[in-house]
């Protein structure tokens, strides 16, 4: 559907951020599977004993109504699209790290049916228990590739030659990955690379390796603008240390 359109009805959704309007009322921003991210207004949701306050919650899957021709058009209706269990606590902050991503890196009414499916599917492998790292690595990795950024981790940028288990490589945006002599501190490792083109992130290592090198790929799209949820989580180590 068009950004025209004068109504959608129960389209599937995501709630990712929302502030305040006026005395009663919000701006939201929300990601649908069928019409992309985009701005709703939503009236009175902050008024004493607003029904549609407790089912507006982030993580939750959401059936969405709106209506208007604008930019931001007027959400008409919204309810829980099932059932789903809370995330634990100690998943909130990576959870938030989605939103942030997706808030900073998509446009407006670009539909991503694919992106919204796997946003589903990070936060549904979080309420089962996955570590954290490995939903974020991988949802980075296809966050990339849906936005055109996707990474080459199966060839050497300037040969062409298949990527070596055994070898270490440095990875440079624009670029891609370059063969180096022996183990660096930037370099990575081919194991790790073609573990994270798998999809089948496991020790340590190529954890570590995969957060280097799709750190610095979502750097180059972010054109070096910090992310807040960054700065909490390194707050939150601080304060941690002995």
Known sequence: MSRSL????????????HRPWRDTSRILE???????????FARGVRAPRARLAAVLQPFQ???????????APLLTGA???????????ASLLAAFYLNELLLRLTTHHDPLPALHDH???????????????????????????????GLDLATEAHTGRPLEPDGYYHFRPGEGLVRVRTREPRSVSGRSLLALE???????????????????????????R???TRTVAKAMLRKAAP
């Open 6 to 17: 004068r109504r959608v009805d129960l389209t599937p959704g995501y709630l990712l951020h």
């Open 198 to 224: 798998r999809g089948s992130l496991c020790d340590a290592r190529e954890l570590g390796d995969a957060r280097r090198v799709l750190r610095a790929a979502l750097e180059a799209c972010l054109e070096g």
């Open 30 to 40: 929300v990601l649908t599977r069928e019409h992309g991210r985009l701005t709703l």
């Open 61 to 71: 899957p959401l059936l969405l109504s709106w209506s208007g021709r604008s930019e």
């Open 226 to 228: 910090p992310l807040a």
């Open 119 to 149: 946003y589903h599917d990070a936060l549904a492998e979080l309420r089962a228990g996955t570590p954290a790292v490995v939903c974020l690595r991988l949802f980075e990795k296809r966050l990339l590739e849906l936005l055109g950024y």
């Open 79 to 89: 309810e829980r699209a099932g059932h789903v269990p809370a995330l634990p606590p």
